[in-house]
DNA sequence: TATGAATGAGAATTCATTCAT
DNA sequence: GATGAATGAATTCTCATTCAT
């Protein structure tokens, strides 16, 4: 519906006859990448066709399959992209800066879609590989979220730390998908400030700061 | 095949021939409807078949049709049986319960399924119908979780205390479908002692009690 | 093409309204298996699509995957029903008619199609399991054909013997072929009659009647 | 990827550097028609890519089109060798030696594959062109073999004598295929030696030595 | 009421072929 | 001459739904 319209690289001012074909391999896939990570995120992964996908990034189905193999595969990289940026926030972040974070993270409703990373987390192909790597992702950085507030393996209430920080990405992800895929108001339309207040409490209540 | 049907919800007291119970049609539209809630809740609307949930439920496919018109329909009672289930829990709940209450709803991993009734209100359908359903089922709910808290429509801060309501909510779905359709560990083995005081923090500090 | 028309069971004398549905399993079932094996033989496994078959059947193509699995599994069936056939033809014949039985198969160009039951086993579907159940007609049959001209396994000159007879086997098939698919002239208009004397002459050099 | 195209026909006796090869139109067509043989006889037509051949070759999938313009243009070119290979065996081989010549042709399982070139002839595209050449080749083929046993056309008992030749064409193909495609045993490892005393047998049978 | 046969629409994937470089 | 990006036309299979019994 609200899809981005595919704009060609080469900016197109003239009212020149639509060209097709960017023949620009690296370029197509990102293409690809950026419109199913949308599409999954917002429809989830059995409703969304690779048709849909391909016209939303405005470049033939068949590429599809050529690029990543299966609609799989390129749920697959949607979920390893969306690892990597969700690792690059709570991973890069000082303690106690976590909340302010995450909030960005959620309020991010433009194209990049960051907060459209999120709720690919919870969607699922029922392909096993894909579970995995989503599993993966999630581990890490609930480890990670943890570690900013002072976990380390092994300790003593260790795993009582993990568990808080599961709570706390899992209360992230709740909200990203409220927010983008269900459009609950008010939340749907709250802004990046409206969120980083009731997000700090949340994360201090479930992580104290030491 | 004929797979043995699932024992129904209500009990079989009486001592009744142990075959009985073709020829029902009210037994037979439960049979349906809990099958449903589960598969839909686990895999999500598109990812499940109407096959699947005949045959879990024991019955004839083409009754689905007969009892609920289409697999939409299906999939809409089986949103406003969910609705009730939570309108329950945060409605009938004292306010300083409530975390104890939303532990107990999340920590249900059981056949009943308290839990999948919570991870079935993210799942959606593409219909229009079922979203609107949806949409009204979290918003009521989250206006009874903020009315345990004082919330009355209208007053100051009215707007900030339902947005932090929500959240709450956004928070409890997110760990029930971590829990039960992602099955990340450890947060998906914890039992509800474990859940329990976490919650509290949580939902103490979004919705601080009065 | 020269598609036998699809002939209901009951018979249609009327003008009626062409009634699909026919609602017998067992005939759709057959009426399938007839349909593939005619395509299957003359234009080759990849070459024929599910929907030729359907249609020269007068069914639905769904029901293909409904009693066959898939189309190898009704290129599967094929095989089987064609090496059952063959098998009554080489198996229960006196040895010393067994050249009037092979031409008799052969010459069959009819709807029942027992020459191209013939044809079917030279043509591949690329699937293991199609070429191990085609290779186990095969080799029956030509021990079947042997045994007909004295053959018993272990003897001195036993392997001779079977070479012999599956070359037997191999010149009935290429004969079935060249006339059936190829439609070599003057091949392809010989008769029955035409034919039992080279086969006579063919047979008996290869497997010398004792 | 880029596998290692296999080494041309033509004996590379000079000298030169080890890779060069690039850039030789004449060689290029050759590797693409060597493998064209060998995937269409072994696969059939349908079953085999444009990119199988390619990749075995090779070189460029383009190429095909470029040099046969299309993958029917490349089939026939095929037959067209198949058959110029075929009418140097029953054409120039003397009457009393043509047992010998097809057990020779039939024998070859190697690369140059004469026996795939066999195989080839029962193998159909569905082109009308490409039935065409076949039947001409077959029939002009099955000629030779008939005149070198003493047919002349018109002559009395001339149509007797074409049909049994073509049927001694028919077995040698019969045989062929069910050594090299079908594989069946222990007619697929018998050697020439093995083969040129039944075949022998066969083509006397069928056509006596005046 | 219940069942299984039948159907048509739609989805993913493959593939020959055409271009731009 | 050669390459690889792009395309559109199939093709197989799945699935919700409708009918006849």
Known sequence: MTAEPPV??????????AQRRRRDAAETRQLLLDAARQRFARDGYAATTVRDIADDAGVNVALISRYFTSKEGLFEACLRAAGDELRRTTGQTPADRVPEAIARHIADLGAAGLSSQLSL???????????????????????????????????????????????ALAAGIGVAVLRSSIRLEPLSSATEQDLVGPLRDLVDALLPPR
Chains 1, 2, 3, 4 share one sequence.
């Open 121 to 167: 987390l919870l969607r699922s192909s029922g392909d096993a590989g894909a579970d995995e790597i989503r599993r993966g992702v999630l581990v890490r950085s609930s480890e990670q979220l943890a570690a900013a507030r002072g976990w380390r393996p092994g300790e003593p209430d260790s795993e009582q730390l993990l568990l808080r920080a599961q709570m």
């Open 8 to 17: 060609p690289a080469t900016s197109n001012t003239a009212g020149e006859p």
